[in-house]
């Protein structure tokens, strides 16, 4: 799994790409979101358009994620989440959990909703 960050409106977005599969992913995936945390910056989106595969230990990264910027504060949406991965998170029920967008801006212009 590769992370690759960048930041829009204030927003920061984690672009992801490769397999979503735990191991060290999990390790480095925890870093991030508490440096990120530590920076002040608490608005996620985890882009997930290169994700190729992703397993219950990869729903639970993301899981972990949310549910640590929530407890700061903060929030994480999911944008372009492909059919496989929307199907997961719907038998899951994790679609109850996470927003899920198609396009950049809306993701972005929904923190600016709540």
Request: aromatic residues 6%; charged residues 30%; glycine residues 8%.
């Amino acid at each position: 799994m590769k992370f690759a960050q960048r930041v829009k409106e204030g927003v920061v977005i984690l672009d992801l790409s490769g397999k979503l599969m735990g191991g060290p992913d999990a390790d480095n995936f925890k870093r991030i979101i508490s440096d990120l945390i530590e920076k002040g910056s608490t608005r996620v989106v985890s882009n997930l358009r290169e994700v190729k595969r992703i397993n219950s230990t990869g729903v639970g990264i993301l899981i972990t994620g949310y549910t640590t910027l929530r407890r700061n504060g903060g929030d994480m949406k999911l944008l372009h989440v492909s059919e496989k991965i929307r199907s997961i998170l719907y038998v899951t029920k994790l679609n109850l959990i996470f927003e899920c967008y198609d396009n950049e801006d809306e993701a972005v212009e929904s923190f600016e909703l709540e």
